[in-house]
């Protein structure tokens, strides 16, 4: 995903980019310096038509940087001589594009401006390639946060990035939904690869287990269907070698952390690997068929 390595006097870090990222020291901006050489809303760097491109809200004379012009004020952010492209306001105060990648959904910590990695939020929020959904959610895309939200992660709020453009599925290397998907599971392992003709993704982890328990019920059609509600999924879950500290919340955590890792992985059609169904206050839930 797109990246920004920000030099800030002694203060050195990396960044995710927005689709558009405000550079200054203003407390609009999503990143924020600190010099006191920067004003206040520095640089609009922006994703358009496939491509970085960056222009100056400020200090325009000392505001140092090459690309090739592509609109009114705005000037291509790629690299030349084979160095990652750079914009500088002093010899102390820079940026430059790590990765020229395209935007992806991310999450910055509302106190400090920091981002928040994916796993430090697993338990509460899924972080998918193309949409940030609570655990409430159950996988439902319809219920995914918008760009800007503000919620709160465990003892944290955080606020949410979301790409403004339709999701790239161009790169996919496989989709869940196809109906010759094949899936195999080494529980002793914890690994579950899923395979498409000469594709494959592979997932790893807890979430595994957890995969094996739905799949199993509706390979057996125990409970009809295979449908679990939550307290089944617990019981199997244990009786698998499931942590018996977990509770039945974590169900929703590691359904959804199956979901994320294969959406990181580029696989596409997550809301096809688990079916979500209410019976008034009874929520069920079961694998699709492999």
């Keep these: 995903m797109g990246t920004l390595r920000i030099v800030d006097g002694e203060a050195r870090r990396s ?25 206040l809303y520095w640089l609009e760097v922006r994703w358009a038509n496939g491509a970085w ?15 090739a012009f592509v609109g009114s004020g705005w000037r291509a952010l790629t690299a030349a001589g084979g160095r990652a492209p750079r914009i500088t306001l002093a010899d102390d105060v820079w940026v430059e594009l790590l990765d020229a990648g395209p935007p992806r959904p991310f999450l910055t910590d509302v106190a400090t401006g ?15 390639d193309d949409a940030i959904v609570p655990l409430s959610a159950e996988g439902d895309p319809a219920g995914g946060l918008p760009d800007g939200a503000v919620v709160r992660a465990g003892d944290r709020m955080v606020r949410v990035h979301i790409p403004t453009r339709e999701p790239d599925t161009q ?27 000469d594709a494959e993704v592979i997932a790893r982890g807890a979430c595994v ?18 449908w679990l509600t939550p307290d089944d999924a617990h019981a199997a879950w244990l009786a698998r070698g499931g942590p018996p500290d977990s509770t039945t919340a974590r169900m929703a955590w590691e359904r959804s952390k199956l979901r994320a890792q294969l959406s990181r992985a580029g696989a596409t059609g997550l809301d096809a690997l688990y079916e979500v169904r209410r019976d008034g206050d009874t929520v069920r839930t079961r694998v699709r068929v492999f």
């Design 171 to 197: 790169g996919s290397r496989l989709d869940l939904a196809a109906p010759d998907l094949e899936l195999q599971i080494d529980v002793e392992a914890l690994t579950a690869r899923f395979m498409l003709g």
């Design 15 to 39: 960044l995710p980019l927005a689709t558009s990222t405000l550079i200054g020291r203003g407390g609009a901006c999503l990143v924020r310096l600190r010099h006191p050489a920067v004003p």
């Design 209 to 226: 287990r957890l995969l094996d328990v739905y799949v199993a019920a509706r390979e057996a059609d125990i409970p009809a269907g295979g």
């Design 53 to 67: 491109s960056w222009r100056a809200l400020a200090a325009e004379a000392r505001t140092r940087g090459g690309g």
């Design 114 to 128: 920091d981002p928040v990695p994916a796993e430090q939020v697993d338990h509460t929020l899924e972080v998918r």
